[in-house]
């Protein structure tokens, strides 16, 4: 998990860590970063998606859990 996250970008890493980590809404990560919702939101379903094909490339996670 950890070398996947660390293949995202910095935003796209923090936005999700927030989000499934620490447990925080979208608003809140927007008032915590200083981005706006609609940027906060973007990164965190692009961002999911790509871990996840991360995580199946290593097989970390069955692929057909990362269809959508």
Known sequence: ?????????????????LSSH???????????????????KSPIRRGSERLLELLAADGDVPREETSS
């Open 22 to 40: 620490e447990g925080m809404t979208h608003d809140e990560i927007a008032d915590f970063t200083g981005m706006p919702v609609c940027t906060v």
């Open 1 to 17: 998990l950890d070398g996947a996250l660390a293949a995202l970008k910095d935003n796209v890493r923090l936005c999700i860590v």
